[in-house]
Nanobody, 127 residues
Framework: QVQLVESGGGLVQAGDSLRLSCAAS????????MGWFRQAPGKGREFVAA????????RYLESVKGRIIIARDNAKNTVYLQMNSLKPEDTAVYYC????????????????????WGQGTQVTVSS
């Protein structure tokens, strides 16, 4: 059974940092893209960042570039989201997603292209 388990969320103040982790189990995703999406209260799901299977290609939501970094450790079957200079508008439930087939980088921001999802971790940024 494939599972993606997110951790690292919490309540922080504006300007603080958080690192989210997503540990995959049940199969290896080392050859396939993994990503992070978020959903704020009353809003739809939003792409945040994604990384290729090798870790060499990344894509980001324009508004988080320079503040958020995605990385993966294939030996640990884990993807990370380092979030710096957090803003109240970053408040959301953050979800990890993984594909089980090749995705073109142009498709990284399409949630319907991913096959597995975690349960989400809450990030709350106070002003």
């Amino acid at each position: 059974q494939v599972q993606l388990v997110e951790s690292g969320g919490g309540l922080v103040q504006a300007g603080d940092s958080l690192r989210l982790s997503c540990a995959a189990s049940g199969r290896t995703f080392s050859g396939y893209a993994m990503g992070w999406f978020r959903q704020a209260p009353g809003k739809g799901r939003e792409f945040v960042a994604a990384v290729s299977g090798s870790g060499t290609i990344t894509r980001y939501l324009e508004s988080v570039k320079g503040r958020i970094i995605i990385a993966r450790d294939n030996a640990k079957n884990t993807v990370y989201l380092q979030m710096n200079s957090l803003k109240p508008e970053d408040t959301a439930v953050y979800y990890c997603a993984a594909a089980d087939r090749y995705l073109r980088p142009s498709d990284y921001d399409s949630g319907d292209k991913y096959d597995y999802w975690g349960q989400g971790t809450q990030v709350t940024v106070s002003s």
